[in-house]
């Protein structure tokens, strides 16, 4: 009987398929005539048919905020881009996609979790742990043609540093497995209006001079107004810009230091190329010596530092309150420039300007070091994992596929701050509606007239003009402007836009804040590193970096300490001996008492 039912059950619903599939074949092709009402036929069905039918589940691993994955009201432009990937699986191949997304804290716990049997199909690591899983066969490469927005869009200039990339001596292997996420750099975000800077004698025009070399950070004026970050390679890449920075022998062989290189590149004397190559050797050092050395100078940079922080740096550098620099990923120097705006503004008059007695306005900059600084990617690779159910490695790379579409990667641009690997039209027009003086709001377009309303100048002549001689803020200086092109980021990807476009117009009081640090300047590349896997290193690094963050107090401090604890026994037993007399004199007095008392008795 139970089978009968059943079985009825399964003709009944069989039959309502059939009768709901000629009834929509039915629609397309009464609508056939129509395109766009046939499409839309087209769409539901493969939508209807795709719910009703088995569905394909994908996991994917990615760093904590890290992808537009919120419906903003306040912003309709932005979507959840894992719900819109499935909704396109259901529209575009008739397929029920589930994505299971989970996120990690660090590269290190990603790792150690893919390593335990952990699986997934996706995961986001950073450039040097991507070489690391090559090494160690650890994920898969992309099939060929797999990502043809992806390969469309991507800016060359990125996927060239990917290819430079040495993978067991060789290059070009990257890109085979890796498609290109976000990218920036790591620099030096300030607050050059920091309120302790004036009682130590510390003017803005003088930091902002300052924070163009990384040797800044070893100065004793800056004591207690810096935060190291809690991370063993930003940190140990802060520290090599310094340990090298002046000519050293290594083993033997004697090498150029930091400043020397950059000296003979600035004279012609080595190319970019040349520069770039010997820049990334340094930067890469890594043997016992090289580390021994690094442990020293950062101990000296802990000892100058307010502290350590892990990912607070950007939301405290934000309110201006602890400390005025951090070492800075560039997409966190964005977004908390962001967020300290919205808090001077929350605090500012808007009709007059002026802000609120006694409010002092954090202002952000960001400086990439002229001796060099690094560049880095985080891209999407698959666990070798992904190849238990071949169908999931398509799914995957349709994935990474739909997030390179440039109207996918401006909503994640938005959204998370970072800057995407991809160009291509919509990437160009949200940079202009951002930043270009020239964007008109109202049209949603550049209007060259606009740049009638400002002094142009050449970039390099920013600094010297952003203050007085007295060493104030130019007040006219918002009414200046300088052309900055970044051809080189776009070069190939645009297809409505001329790459004449790509170059942009900022207005002067923007200088060395979100969009210099988003799009450094093609002058700048030459500077910036690749950070390499450290190999068999990595646990000689790990050991060094324990012993930086565990080092010994400085002597005054031991002292300070012994002092503080004898003045502290000293003061107990002082106290105690006082207490004992105390008691013994009120002893004293009870047995006079009882004297007196026995001696009127007697009488």
């Known amino acids: 009987m139970s089978v009968i039912t059943q079985r009825g059950g399964s003709i009944s619903m069989f039959h309502r398929l059939i009768k709901s599939t000629l009834f929509l074949s039915a629609i397309s092709m009464m609508a056939a005539n129509s395109s766009g009402v046939g499409m839309s036929a087209v769409e539901g069905a493969k939508k209807f048919y795709a719910q009703k039918g088995e569905a394909v589940t994908i996991r994917v691993y990615n760093s904590e905020d890290y992808i537009a994955e919120e419906d903003d009201p306040e912003t309709p432009e932005n979507e959840n881009l894992i719900e819109a990937f499935q909704e396109y699986c259901l529209e575009e191949y008739g397929q029920k996609v589930i994505v299971i997304y989970d996120c990690f804290d660090t590269n290190e716990t990603m790792l150690a979790q893919l390593k335990l049997g952990k ?40 996927t060239e540093k990917m290819n430079g990339i040495e993978v067991n001596g060789k290059t070009g292997v990257v890109n085979q497995y890796a498609r290109g996420y976000m990218w920036g750099t790591l620099g030096i975000l300030y607050n050059d209006n920091y309120g302790l800077l004036p009682v130590k004698g510390i003017t803005a025009k003088e930091m902002d001079a300052d924070m163009m070399s990384w040797e800044s950070l070893w100065n004793p004026k800056y004591e207690n107004l810096l935060a190291i970050k809690d991370s063993i390679r930003d940190t140990y890449a802060t520290g090599i810009f310094h340990t090298r920075n002046e000519d050293f022998t290594l083993n033997g062989v004697n090498y150029d230091g930091l400043s020397t290189l950059k000296n003979k590149y600035d004279a012609g ?162 940079v202009q509606e951002w930043y270009d003086i020239r964007y008109d709001e109202e049209k949603g377009e550049i209007n060259e007239s606009f740049l009638a309303d400002y002094e142009i100048v050449d970039a390099n002549k920013i600094p010297s003009l952003y203050y007085n001689d007295d060493g104030t803020v130019n007040e006219n200086l918002s009414s200046l402007a300088y052309a900055k092109n970044i051809a080189y980021f776009f070069q190939g990807t645009l297809e409505e836009h001329d790459i004449s476009d790509a170059v942009f117009y900022i207005s002067g009081d923007s200088y060395a804040r979100q969009f210099d640090t988003q799009y450094p300047d093609e002058t700048l590349l030459p500077t910036l590193a690749v950070m390499a896997d450290f190999g068999t290193q990595t646990q000689a690094l790990i050991t060094m970096w324990e012993q930086v963050k565990n080092t010994a107090l400085p002597l005054w401090v031991y002292i300070l300490i012994v002092v503080l604890i004898l003045v502290t026994i000293l003061s107990v037993v002082l106290y105690k001996v006082r207490v004992y007399q105390v008691h013994k004199r009120r002893k004293e007095r009870k047995k006079e008492r009882e004297m007196k008392v026995k001696t009127v008795s007697g009488k």
């Not at 699986?119 to 690591?125: A, I, S």
């Not at 090494?135 to 991507?154: F, R, W």
């Not at 690094?374 to 238990?388: A, T, Y």
């Open 269 to 430: 004397v080595i190319d970019a190329d040349e520069y770039n190559k010997k820049l990334t050797e340094i930067f890469n050092m890594c043997d016992n010596e090289t580390l021994e050395a690094v442990k020293k100078d950062l101990v000296e940079l802990k000892q100058n530092a307010f502290g350590f922080e892990v990912d607070s740096g950007k939301v405290d550098m934000a309110q201006g309150n602890k400390f005025a620099i951090n070492i800075a990923w560039s997409g966190d120097a964005s977004w908390a420039m962001d967020m300290a705006d919205e808090y001077n503004q929350a605090h500012q008059n808007q009709e007059t300007g002026e802000y609120e007695d006694g409010f002092v306005p954090t202002i952000l900059k960001y400086s990439i070091p002229e001796t060099g600084a690094n560049i880095w990617f985080d891209g999407w690779v698959m666990p070798k994992s992904v190849n238990n159910k071949p169908e999931n490695k398509i799914w995957a790379e349709r994935f990474v596929d739909f997030l390179s579409r440039p109207e996918n990667a401006a909503m994640n641009m938005n959204y998370i701050g970072y800057t995407p690997v991809i160009g291509g039209d919509a990437i160009l027009d949200l």
């Open 119 to 158: 699986e997934y199909d996706l995961v986001c690591p950073s450039d040097y742990v991507i070489q690391k899983m090559i090494n160690e066969d650890l994920i898969v490469p992309y099939g060929e043609g797999s990502t043809p927005n992806y390969d469309k869009y991507v800016s060359r200039f990125v």
